[in-house]
């Protein structure tokens, strides 16, 4: 029997690799990693880091998204199946189409897009900073954002933009059940509901407070509350239960399903044991033709620069 968890730290060692993982990963795999965040964080840490090899436990955008930032180092996955439907939602060649259409529209597109998407865009975002990159085109600039409609439905309410949306949705945060929650609320009368941007707008009316991965988890650390509903992936209770131990969280269930919480199927792919294999063996690794990265590193540079103006 393996132990996974002394063979992945001797082999990080030994390679000088570092393990980035999203917070919708599994505990075990949160709890190896060396640098554990939402999308942007991941994309911040793999822009700086001096490791020789990115492991990024997450889904493949993320990994695409550090070998954009990162050309010269090995970037692995540990399941190269681990997709997004919301990347999916929006292939390359249909939104060249849209964006044509729409030749006097500044591109705004969320990370959670390929290469190809990324390389039609003028600047991407994160659900973190979001509303502050759209914040900082004027009010009656033409903009297009992608692929996320719920996500775009809820900027256009915030800001006062008018943004074109395409029509792209993640099966996950979709699947909320609004009665549930409404029962839920009955059973926690004092519990404050948190969503992810990502649910749809009858999710987000019943929320006390929505925002982005990082911004839930901060907020169970700042709130008063003792429990909390918790309208995102499931794989951040991990974390919030970690940094708020006397706290109770629980989290909303999806639609039609006996089950009681909501994962991403694409980042449950990733098991420690494919962890381990993929750092042993330096593969799945995440490739990318040099002309079409010159092409998608430009708007998420600039999403970096916006980010921190
Ligand atoms: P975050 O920007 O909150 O990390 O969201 C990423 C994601 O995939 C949400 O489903
Ligand atoms: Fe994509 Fe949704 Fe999974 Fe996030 S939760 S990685 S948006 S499918």
Not at 59 to 84: Q, R, W, Y
Not at 104 to 123: F, G, M, Q
Not at 126 to 150: G, H
Request: some cysteine.
């Amino acid at each position: 029997m393996i132990d996974y968890i002394a063979e992945i730290n001797r082999l990080k060692r030994e390679k000088h690799a570092i393990i980035m993982a999203h917070y919708y990963q599994t505990g075990d795999i949160q709890d190896v990693a060396d640098v554990v965040g939402d999308s942007l964080a991941l994309a911040q840490r793999a822009a700086a880091t001096d490791a020789e090899i990115i492991v990024l436990c997450g889904v493949h955008f993320m990994g695409e998204t550090a070998k954009i930032l990162s050309p010269t180092k090995k970037v692995l996955i540990p399941d190269v199946n681990a997709g997004c439907s919301l990347a999916e939602s929006c292939p390359a060649e249909r939104f060249e189409t849209f964006v044509k259409a729409h030749p006097e529209h500044t591109v705004i597109s969320y990370v959670n897009t390929s290469a190809a998407v990324k390389a039609l865009t003028d600047v991407v975002v994160t659900s973190t900073n979001a509303r502050k990159i759209v914040e900082q085109f004027p009010r009656d600039a033409k903009l297009i954002f992608a692929p996320d409609r719920n996500l775009g439905n809820y900027l256009n309410s915030i800001t006062g933009r008018n943004m074109l949306l395409w029509d792209g949705a993640c099966h996950v945060h979709e699947q909320f059940s609004v009665e549930r929650l409404v029962a839920l609320k009955a059973a926690h009368p004092d519990a404050p509901v948190l969503a992810h941007p990502e649910c749809k707008s009858a999710v987000l009316t019943l929320a006390d407070f929505i925002g982005s991965t990082q911004a839930l988890l901060d907020y169970t650390s700042e709130s008063a509350a003792q429990t909390f509903l918790v309208a995102t992936e499931s794989g951040i209770l991990h974390e919030m239960a970690k940094r708020n131990p006397d706290k109770n969280f629980v989290p909303v269930p999806p639609n039609d399903s006996s089950c009681a919480c909501n994962e991403c199927s694409f980042m449950r792919l990733n098991t420690m044991e494919k962890l381990y294999l993929c750092l042993r063996d330096e593969t799945p690794e995440i490739i990318i033709n040099e002309e079409l990265r010159q092409r998608a590193i430009r708007p998420v540079l600039r999403m970096l620069e916006m980010t921190n103006l």
